[in-house]
Nanobody, 125 residues
């Protein structure tokens, strides 16, 4: 059974940085594609980017240049580094996993089989 656990959320001032972690158990991340999503109150869950199973990250255009995805195979964890945070980045952030198979578009929530519990990020002064 694959389990994903997010950590690292919290309160940060506008312009600040935060790094979220998604720790996986039950399966190596080298066989999973892990996506990052966020959901603000009253809004749909939106795609931020993903780390493909072979180690290549991809980012959504809306956060490209501010958000970076990386992976540490030793600790089986994927990270979402967020810089230049804005109040509109306030949301619950989720990581999700799917089998590492070739697919061009990773932005749909329906594509992921495993989900973490989410971690709250609040950007406010």
């Amino acid at each position: 059974q694959v389990q994903l656990v997010e950590s690292g959320g919290g309160l940060v001032q506008p312009g600040g940085s935060l790094t979220l972690a998604c720790a996986a158990s039950g399966r190596l991340l080298s066989s999973l594609t892990v996506g990052w999503f966020r959901q603000a109150p009253g809004k749909d869950r939106t795609f931020l980017g993903a780390m493909r199973w072979y180690g290549t990250p991809t980012s959504a255009d809306a956060v490209k240049g501010r958000f970076t995805i990386s992976r540490n195979n030793v600790v089986n964890t994927v990270y979402l580094q967020m810089n230049s945070l804005r109040p509109e980045d306030t949301a619950v952030y989720y990581c999700a996993g799917r089998p590492g198979t070739p697919v061009s578009d990773l932005s749909g929530t329906w594509q992921y089989d495993y989900w973490g519990q989410g971690t709250q990020v609040t950007v406010s002064s």
